[in-house]
């Protein structure tokens, strides 16, 4: 039973515990995501290869300056 003085388990014990089924940050099976795959300009279209560690969103289009969104 949660004392309330916050001093109780670590790891929680609310009614949502233990029901996230997301793969964390820069994961799932979503597409886009993972480190593989490609950016690509909602503006011009422009694809280009998507870099590990640096996100699409991060990075400006070549050809127009945007920002790119990952593929």
């Known amino acids: 039973m949660p ?3 916050g001093t109780g388990p670590p ?9 996230s089924k997301g793969m964390g940050r820069m994961g799932g099976t979503k597409p886009g995501s993972g480190p593989g795959g ?3 300009c909602p503006a011009c279209g422009k694809r ?7 996100p ?3 990075v400006p289009c070549p050809e127009c ?3 790119m969104i990952k593929a």
């Open 48 to 54: 280009t290869a998507h870099k590990r560690g640096m």
């Open 65 to 67: 300056g945007a920002k």
């Open 38 to 40: 490609e950016c690509v």
């Open 3 to 5: 004392r309330g003085d």
């Open 11 to 19: 790891w929680g014990s609310g009614s949502a515990k233990g029901r």
């Open 56 to 58: 699409c969103y991060n």
